[in-house]
């Protein structure tokens, strides 16, 4: 599991108010929010990123931030760093929460950040695959070498089973690492998923997967298994035995992405397919909504306009006047 960052440089890079500051305030939405690992250490570079730009701006304590030295730095990461909106949006969220807790702390008499201004989000559709280059996708992992050879451990088999559950369940790569053995439920066709905020949800794992699932735990996962319990009861594990983390499962989509002769292709994107997918076959957003693990449907609604998008392609395409 990755350590949540509790600081975020070397103190003699920043003010040491500043990384006392810092400090404390992951621990507070670490400890008492529940936020995850990777959620504290997204704020962590956020923080870095913001307290090292004031430092270059001359500002070297927390009552001298100033709602233009703020306007500044947002500027910044959209002129110089070219960020997206959707990253624009999510360092603004870490500066905004910072503020209020500092404002609520006594740290501070005047909010500065409430002069500052949410961009548009979602301003580039997430990609989305049709069903056929999904299956293409899923279909990459295949036995190399000998098939009959009962010495080689069958990875291909856990790539396949991977690929399949992300997709069929819509998970996040985070959450489908984070799966355990126990969490997946073969009789009932379902997953218990771990999301944001330590947030459970139930999903439903179609037949196809649930097959994958089954040839992976029957003939590949306990040939990984080592003495010394180092599974920690995941279901997915690498070639040492150990949980298959995050990064690991971003480079497995990445690479069978490349055999499947599909570019730009990660978890995500079988995430947006999945919930695409659904809205196009006629699912209610709200179910999508609960499928995906969203606390606001507003963020669900984002694949509606990807359903438009295709509508209008299908228009172009079959329409005389298109």
Not at 42 to 50: F, K, V
Request: positive net charge; aromatic residues 6%; proline residues 6%.
């Amino acid at each position: 599991m990755t350590r949540a960052i509790t600081t975020i440089t070397d103190p003699e890079q920043l003010p040491p108010e500043f990384v006392s500051t810092s400090t404390a305030y992951l621990a507070f939405i670490r400890v008492e929010c529940g936020l995850s690992a990777n959620t504290v250490s997204a704020y962590a570079c956020d923080l870095r990123d913001l307290f090292e730009e004031l430092v270059g701006q001359g500002v070297r304590s927390i009552e001298a931030i100033n709602p233009r030295a703020l306007a500044t730095h947002v500027a910044n990461l959209r002129k110089e760093r070219k960020m997206s909106p959707a990253s624009v949006a999510r360092h603004l969220a870490t500066i905004k929460t910072l503020f209020r807790w500092l404002r609520a702390n006594g740290k501070i008499e005047e909010n500065p950040a409430d002069w500052l201004d949410q961009p548009t989000r979602w301003k580039k559709l997430p990609g989305v695959l049709s069903p056929a280059r999904v299956r293409a996708l899923i279909e990459a992992p295949a036995p190399n070498g000998d098939a009959s050879d009962e010495r080689l451990i069958p990875y291909w088999l856990r790539d396949r089973a991977l690929l399949e559950l992300l997709y069929a369940s819509g998970l996040r790569a985070s959450e489908a690492a984070g799966v355990q053995l126990r969490d997946l439920h073969e009789t009932l066709g379902v997953v218990l998923v771990t999301g944001k905020g330590d947030k459970q949800r139930l999903v439903p794992v179609g037949e196809p997967a649930m097959i994958a699932l089954g040839e992976y735990l029957d003939r590949c996962r306990p040939r990984l298994l080592r003495t010394g319990n180092r599974d920690k009861g995941r279901l997915f594990l690498s070639r040492t035995g150990r949980p298959l983390e995050r990064v690991a499962i971003w480079q497995l989509v990445k690479k069978h992405a490349k055999a499947a002769g599909l570019d730009d292709v990660h978890p995500h994107t079988l995430r947006h397919s999945f919930a695409t997918h659904m809205l196009i076959g006629g699912a209610d957003l709200r179910v999508v909504q609960e499928l995906l693990g969203h606390a606001d449907v507003t963020t669900t609604q984002i694949y509606t306009h990807v359903d438009r998008s295709r509508l209008k392609e299908v228009h172009e395409r079959f329409h005389p006047r298109g």
